[in-house]
């Protein structure tokens, strides 16, 4: 199991929010903590720690340029998101992301477009693509979100559905949306499903606040399913070790060298 840092860029600064108050236009948010440094710092840190396979996220509408540093800071080392589609993916990949994470827009109104996804999927190459599926619970079962996590989906998160998208992509992203920020523990019911049904690599997010959490992710996991930790880190504001997390769970590559 790896950790997966986080950069989540909103109106140009590095913050970190509770994710179910995110709204369409992405301005009026609950923030846990704002950086005083600019994007590029963390990148530069992750770097440093040999941590690769961590995310940038643009909430909104003004974020590409500090993006595009993060990029450029490490790169081949981070994969980018918000508002990637097919007509700038190639860009993003280009100023130096590994890869790039899609979601709204391989669906139409709600119903995942399969064209769509093979579309990007052809444009970025299988191997460069992260299909983020985050999600809630909904009733009985859980649901993929979009639309900044406004919209609920009928992609029901399951195996057929994961096997069958599982040729088009590398990785899928999942933050649990309604643990998201919120420093309650994980999610455990969604990650011990994740664990049993992914065919690939599932990076999950949400609610982590002890390490205990993070061992909790690791025995339900089966091995499939990294982490990502944001507010609770010591780094953004929290009482989590970010040195302590990065040196026991960084790429397994870095642990050889």
Partial sequence: MRFRPC??????????????????????????YVASEPAAYFAKMFKR?????????????????????????????????GGINKLNALAFLEAGA??????????????LDIAKTKEI????????????????????DYYAVINKWNTVTNFEICKNNFDMLA?????????????????????IRLVKLLGEISPIKVTYAGGISAMKDID????????????????????????L???????RYQCDTAKSL
């Fill in 7 to 32: 950069i989540d860029i909103h109106n140009g600064k590095v913050k970190q929010i509770i994710g179910s108050t995110l709204s369409q236009d992405a301005i009026d948010v609950t923030e846990n």
């Fill in 49 to 81: 720690d040999n941590l690769e396979g961590g995310h940038v996220i643009m909430l909104g509408q003004g974020n590409d340029a500090e993006a595009i540093t993060c990029l450029q800071t490490f790169p081949n080392g981070l994969h980018v998101g």
């Fill in 98 to 111: 590994s890869h790039v994470i899609v979601s709204s827009c391989i669906f139409n109104d709600g119903i």
């Fill in 121 to 140: 999927s052809e444009i970025t190459g299988k191997s460069r693509l992260v299909i983020d599926l985050s999600c809630r619970f909904i009733e009985t």
């Fill in 167 to 187: 040729e088009y992509c590398d990785e899928f992203l999942i933050h649990a949306v309604d643990s998201e920020g919120k420093k309650l523990g994980p999610d």
């Fill in 216 to 239: 909790s992710i690791a025995e339900n996991g089966k091995e499939m399913v990294d982490f990502t930790v944001g507010s609770s880190l010591d780094i953004f504001g929290g009482q």
């Fill in 241 to 247: 070790s970010y040195r302590e997390i990065a040196e």
